[in-house]
């Protein structure tokens, strides 16, 4: 339910300027123009004024009739707005565009092979959750050993095994390295773990900084457990990344989960935040799915700037068979504190009409009932079904032998829709900077 375009990594690499925004899509610079009754938001970008419309279709995104169009299309889990707009680097500098960023540090780690291979680069934004296959955990067996390059970086890698009550057992691989003069490093660390429950993790951590003073963070989890109530078996993935520039006030967080069951209920979300000097913003966005035809999302973004100005938008919907509701708002405060919007909201009747209404501050209002169809989705697009089949790693650990008497496996049931039989065994706060 991503709403922002995928941004190329912050730090460390080949940055083009047309490649990476760090500000909001859709909440960028905007002033609202009250002439009389007439309120118009406008977005400013590169000294062009795009005026916001509103987008027309059966999802009901209209506030009335023929008044002024908007540009949240509350149909889809995007916000369809485009905005041209001169894209700046992530944390700007002089030098951002040098081509030898990366060149000075990461693979100088790694010449001709002598130490672990470095896949760490800063994680890029509005990227979601990457299936396991995407990280290619490999944990090796004993190894305890480090060494230092040509040109004085130096590297390391260990690996190992914790054990616990209940079965617990934790098998880890722990690498990293760092320059000759250390104003640049690494570190990355992979696990499985398992205990007899049935309880299964995959899991990746893995950070940086390097000589600019830029420092990122990032770690991925999914996780297989059984429900203390249903015995249904459930997969949990969630991952959180940040980066923060050593240049300018400016940088980001974003934390992302997912959750499924055996039967179909599903439940997705992210919170996220940015800044760039002067501007901060926020998002927050959830979906859930109770595996019997109901569905609940939503989302709201704010965002302000160091002057006073505030703007976002919000809304959300519900609906189980036929029948929901939907509503939102959009809002503009001033740096001296005058408050504009606009409220709307549907209600779907099941029975081919819609009743739309809504108000401004500016005197607006509607209240229709119209003949229109009702679109909704009532399953995920991604389900449990696809998480199973993206989890062989996760579904293949195995846990330690129990001692004789100490009973059997528990028995994960996977439901009916997983053609995945059930196995035999039967989230994290980042780093302070």
């Excluded at 909001?24 to 406008?42: H, K, M, Q």
């Excluded at 001709?112 to 396991?132: L, W, Y």
Aim: glycine share 12%.
């Amino acid at each position: 339910m991503a709403s922002t375009p995928a941004v190329p990594p912050a730090f460390g690499l080949r940055l083009r300027k047309s490649d990476v925004d760090f500000r909001p899509t859709a909440l960028l610079r905007r002033r609202v123009l009250i002439r009389g009754s007439d309120c118009r938001i406008l977005y400013c970008c590169s000294g062009k004024v795009v005026p916001i419309r509103r987008i027309a279709n059966g999802s009901g995104r209209k506030g009335g009739s023929n008044t002024e169009e908007w540009p949240i299309e509350l149909k889809k889990k995007s916000h369809k707005v485009r905005v041209q707009a001169a894209p700046a680097l992530p944390f700007a500098s002089s030098q951002s565009l040098n081509p030898s960023r990366q060149e000075k540090f990461f693979p100088r780690c790694t010449t001709r092979n002598s130490g672990p291979q470095s896949r760490d680069t800063p994680p890029k934004r509005d990227t979601g959750i990457a299936n396991e296959k995407d990280w290619g955990i490999s944990l090796s067996e004993h190894v305890n050993e480090s060494g230092v390059n040509v040109d004085g970086s130096s590297w390391y890698r260990e690996s190992g095994e914790d054990l616990g009550e209940n079965g617990f057992r934790c098998r880890w691989t722990k690498m990293g390295g760092k320059s000759d003069d250390g104003s640049s490093e690494w570190k990355e660390t992979w696990w499985e773990k398992s205990d007899w429950s049935g309880y299964k993790e995959l899991g990746v951590e893995k950070s940086g900084r390097n000589s600019q003073g830029d420092s990122w963070w990032e770690t991925w989890r999914e996780v297989l457990h059984q429900d203390e109530w249903s015995n249904l078996a459930r997969i949990e993935r969630s991952a959180q990344k940040q980066a923060k520039s050593g240049i300018e006030n400016a940088g980001w967080y974003e934390n992302w989960w997912e959750k499924y069951d055996a039967k179909g209920w599903t439940e997705k979300g992210a919170h996220k935040y940015g800044r760039l000097n002067e501007q901060s913003w926020w998002e927050k966005w959830g979906e859930h799915y109770d595996g019997r035809g109901s569905v609940l999302k939503w989302t709201d973004k704010w965002a302000e700037t160091e002057l006073g100005t505030k703007w976002g938008d919000k809304w959300e919907e519900k609906f189980f068979a036929g029948i929901g509701s939907r509503q939102g708002e959009t809002w503009h405060v001033s740096p001296v504190g005058e408050r504009w919007s606009r409220t709307w909201g549907e209600e779907h009747l099941g029975n081919g009409k819609v009743h739309k209404y809504g108000k401004s501050t500016t005197g607006e209002s509607w209240d229709i009932v119209v003949d229109e169809e009702t679109y909704y989705e009532g399953e995920p697009h991604y389900g449990w079904a696809d998480v199973v089949g993206d989890s062989s790693q996760l579904l293949s650990i195995q846990p330690q032998e129990k001692p004789p008497g100490q009973g059997v496996y528990p028995y994960l049931d996977f439901g009916s829709s997983s053609s995945s039989s059930p196995p035999k065994d039967g989230p994290s706060s980042p780093p302070s900077q």
